[in-house]
C-alpha cells in the first residue's frame, strides 16, 4: 500500500477507480456563493453533496467556503486536499463512492474573525447556510427566545467585530453588507428545531436590535429566513474508515464522510437573490416545510433521542445493536404507531407508513455505526422538540404519554451521569454542570432526581412540571429504569 502516503487532491482524481464518482465541472472557475457556517461531517454529507450535484447539472457562482465555528480538524484535513473529501454510502449491498468538489476553503472563526466576515460581506455571496446544532442558536429551546445571558452573546454585542457565535457572524455581516450596499444573503438553517427558519429569524431581529432598533427593524425586513427539513444519518467518521477508504481510493483522504443511501432536503423556496439548482437534484422545494419537519424531528429524531438513551443504558453501543433489541423495537414502533404519528398533520400524498418502515430500515443498517452516545449529547436542547412538544399535542387531546414519558425517564437516568454499572457516563451538554448538581443532590434517588430535572424551565417549560398527567408517567418510569434496569424495562414494553 505505497499509495497511502499520497494525499486525495485535484492531481489525484483522474487516477482514482473508474466507479468512483468526481466533480463534472471546472472547480477553478466556481466563484464563492454560500458560506457555511458548521462545517463538519453532516453538511459534508448532506448540503454539499446536493451543491455538488446541482453544480454538475447547471453550473452557477455557488461554490461553498466553509467556516468552522470551533475546532480546526476540518479545516486541518481538507486543506492539504484543496477543500475536496470523499463520501461512502454504505449498507447491507457495500458502498458507493464518490469526491465532492463544491467545497472551495476552509476557515476557522477562533483563529481569524476578520476572514470570515470578509467571505461573508463578498458580493458573490448569496446564501449562508447553517448545521451549528441545537445549542449553536443561543437560545431558550422551550421558548425559542434568545439567551441574553449567555455569555458569547454578551461578548459579540460588546465586540461586534469579534464575533464567537453565529448569531454575532451574521449579524455583523449583514450590517457591513447593509453599509455598502450590498444585497443582504438569504440565511438558511438547516439544523433540527422547529420553524428553524422563523426561529432563526426572531433571533437574528432581537440581536440586531440589542445593538440598533432600527438596524433590527431593517434585518426583519429585508433578510429572508427560509424553513428547512434535512435528514440523512452521518455517525463520526474512525481511524478504520480512514483505512477502509484509503484502500478503495488509492490515496489517502483525511476526513471522509460516511453515510446511509437515504437522503432528504426539504426547503421554503424563498430566495430573493438566488439559489443553486437545487429542484433539480431531489431537493423538494415547497411553500410549507412544517409539516415534514414536525414528521421527522417526532418520528426520526423523536425515535432516535428515546432509542439512544435507553440504547446506552441497556449497554448496546449503536443504534443498529439497539435496534435489533425485540423490546427495543417494539418500543419505537409504538412510539411512532401510537404515539408520535396521530399528533402529525401531513400533507396530501404523504405517505407516513412508508415513511416509519424506511425510519426502522434505517436504524437496522449493519453497515453504519451510529453510537448511542453520539446521539445522546446536548439532551437538553434536544428534549424539547424531539419528545416534549409531542407529550403537549397528546395531553392537550387528554391521550397517554407512556413511550413519551420512558424516553424523557431514560435521558433523566441518563443525565444522572452513571450508568447501570456504576460506570461514570461522559454527558456532554451545554447544562452538564446544573445537571451534575441536580444528580449528585438526589443522590440516586429517582424521585428527588425527577424533581430536580423538572425544575429545568429552559427545558420543560412551566405547564409540563405542573402536570400530574406529565410528571406521574415519567416518574414511574424513571424508578423502573432504576430499580429493574433499561434491558428489563425494555423486555416488558
Keep these: 500500500m505505497h499509495h497511502s502516503t499520497m494525499r486525495l487532491s485535484p492531481a489525484a482524481l483522474p487516477n482514482l477507480p473508474t466507479t468512483v464518482q468526481r466533480p463534472g465541472y471546472d472547480r477553478a472557475a466556481l466563484e464563492p456563493g454560500i458560506v457555511h457556517l458548521g462545517l463538519g461531517a453532516f453538511h459534508r454529507a448532506h448540503q454539499a453533496v446536493y451543491t455538488d450535484e446541482a453544480l454538475n447539472r447547471a453550473f452557477g457562482p455557488w461554490g461553498i467556503i466553509g467556516v468552522s465555528l470551533r475546532s480546526p480538524d476540518t479545516r486541518d484535513a481538507l486543506a492539504p486536499q484543496d ?13 458507493t ?14 483563529e481569524d474573525p476578520a476572514a470570515v466576515l ?14 451549528v446544532t441545537e445549542k449553536g442558536y443561543c437560545h431558550d429551546p422551550a421558548t425559542g427566545a434568545l439567551n441574553e445571558a449567555h455569555p458569547d452573546i454578551v461578548h459579540d454585542l460588546a465586540n461586534p467585530q469579534q464575533p464567537r457565535t453565529a448569531l454575532g457572524f451574521l449579524v455583523e455581516a449583514l450590517a457591513r453588507r447593509r453599509a455598502a450596499g450590498l444585497v443582504p444573503f438569504t440565511v438558511l438553517s438547516c439544523d433540527n428545531l422547529p420553524s428553524n427558519g422563523d426561529t432563526l429569524a426572531g433571533l437574528l431581529r432581537r440581536f440586531a436590535s440589542l445593538r440598533d432598533p432600527a438596524f433590527g427593524a ?21 481511524d478504520d474508515d480512514r483505512a477502509r477508504m484509503a484502500a478503495a481510493l488509492g490515496v489517502a483522504d483525511a476526513w471522509p464522510v460516511m453515510t446511509e443511501r437515504f437522503t432528504q432536503w426539504v426547503v421554503e423556496d424563498r430566495f430573493p437573490v438566488g439559489r443553486p439548482a437545487w429542484d433539480t437534484v431531489g431537493v423538494e422545494m415547497v411553500a410549507d416545510v412544517h409539516p415534514y419537519e414536525t414528521m421527522k424531528l417526532r418520528l426520526l429524531n423523536g425515535s432516535h433521542s428515546t432509542l439512544a438513551y435507553l440504547g446506552y443504558l441497556a449497554g448496546y453501543e449503536t443504534v443498529a445493536e439497539a435496534i435489533a433489541d425485540p423490546g427495543m423495537a417494539r418500543l419505537i414502533r409504538g412510539l411512532m404507531d401510537e404515539e408520535a404519528g396521530p399528533t402529525l398533520h401531513l400533507p396530501p400524498g404523504a405517505d407516513l407508513d412508508g415513511y416509519k418502515a424506511a425510519l426502522l430500515e434505517r436504524f437496522r443498517n449493519p453497515a453504519l455505526r451510529h453510537r448511542t452516545w453520539q446521539i445522546a449529547m446536548d439532551g437538553t436542547q434536544k428534549l424539547p422538540q424531539r419528545l416534549l412538544g409531542t407529550a403537549r399535542d397528546r395531553l392537550a ?12 425517564a431514560a435521558w433523566m437516568r441518563y443525565a444522572a451521569g452513571v450508568d447501570e454499572r456504576g460506570q461514570a457516563i461522559d454527558v456532554r451538554d451545554p447544562m452538564a454542570d446544573q445537571l451534575a448538581a441536580i444528580a449528585a443532590k438526589a443522590g440516586g434517588d429517582p424521585d428527588r432526581l425527577a424533581d430536580g430535572l423538572l425544575g429545568l424551565t429552559a427545558v420543560f417549560g412551566t405547564d409540563l412540571p405542573a402536570d400530574p398527567r406529565f410528571t406521574d408517567p415519567v416518574r414511574a418510569a424513571l424508578r423502573r429504569l432504576f430499580i429493574e434496569g433499561a434491558r428489563a424495562v425494555l423486555t416488558a414494553a
Design 118 to 131: 470578509d467571505r461573508l460581506t463578498r458580493p458573490s455571496v448569496r446564501i449562508v447556510t447553517l448545521t
Design 397 to 408: 387531546a387528554g391521550l397517554t404519554i407512556d413511550r413519551l414519558a420512558l424516553g424523557v
Design 97 to 110: 463512492l464518490r469526491v465532492v468538489g463544491s467545497v472551495l476553503e476552509g476557515l476557522v472563526a477562533p
Design 83 to 95: 477543500g475536496l473529501y470523499s463520501v461512502a454510502i454504505r449498507d447491507a449491498d457495500g458502498q
Design 218 to 238: 431593517w434585518v426583519a425586513e429585508a433578510v429572508a429566513c427560509p424553513n428547512s427539513m434535512v435528514d440523512r444519518i452521518v455517525p463520526a467518521t474512525t
